[in-house]
């Protein structure tokens, strides 16, 4: 990859080489404990000016997927992607318990009389009112996912505070005797994180996010929740899973 100081779409180099560098750590190519090529051989191969590389590398130093060790050069460091998989019953909690120790943080919520066109039809409202959830999760303390999640608030009394003393969506739902719910639909697509969902996410700016769109029902079809996920893509991969043909 030979590239100037800024790309023709105008997207800034640094992040491309970031972007390169962080795909070949996550897909495993650089293992943690590699040693990174020093800041002259990064500009040789991209290309670029010295500056530019050690902009690329303070970004995934911000990621906290390389660490620099004065006297050595920078390394990989150990991290762990996280693999959330979706399926007929998808649990973020289940997924992120497997990453380390979980924790998730109710931002904001409201009930909402007049909630959007696309999550009333969604939602099959018919003129009741919704429930708004802001939501962060982490892992290990390092966030994950950021998440605005509308539920049919007749279907959901007292969510927000059954999910304080439960700390899970679906222990709080459990709670409230909804034993069991399903996914209907998910839609997977990715961007770059705005501004605030980078600070929230604590991100680079220019990082990628992935979207995930899904909408939940109770086992007879009817609609419990309406979710839209923003993963940060360099620490969530998405495992998709098939139903089995009987």
């Known amino acids: 990859m030979t590239t100037q100081s800024r790309s023709p779409s105008g997207y800034s180099t640094w992040r491309l080489i970031a972007e390169e560098l962080r795909r070949e750590i996550i897909d495993g190519a650089s293992p943690p404990g590699t040693r990174l090529p020093s800041e002259n051989e990064l500009a040789e191969r991209f290309g670029v000016h010295r500056n530019t590389v050690r902009q690329a590398i303070a ?99 007292g969510l927000p505070e059954k999910f304080a003393a439960e700390g899970t969506i679906t222990g709080a739902l459990r709670a409230l005797g909804i034993e069991d719910y399903v996914r209907a639909s998910t839609t997977v697509g990715g961007r770059h994180a705005t501004a605030e969902e980078a600070e929230e996410l604590q991100l680079p700016a220019g990082s990628v996010v992935l979207v995930v769109r899904a909408l939940d029902a109770l086992p007879d079809g009817t609609p419990l929740q309406l979710g839209v996920t923003r993963f940060a893509a360099s620490r969530v991969e998405l495992d998709v899973e098939h139903p089995t043909q009987g």
């Open 59 to 157: 970004a995934l130093t911000s990621e906290r997927l390389v660490v620099s060790r004065r006297g050595s050069g920078t390394f990989v460091a150990d991290h762990t992607v996280l693999v959330h998989r979706i399926g007929t019953r998808t649990r973020l909690s289940d997924s992120i318990a497997r990453g380390g120790t979980a924790s998730g943080r109710l931002l904001d919520w409201a009930l909402e009389s007049e909630p959007p066109d696309h999550i009333a039809e969604r939602l099959r409202l018919g003129g009741r009112p919704a429930l708004r959830m802001e939501m962060i999760r982490s892992v290990n303390g390092l966030p994950i996912s950021r998440g605005t999640q509308w539920y049919v608030a007749e279907l959901v009394p």
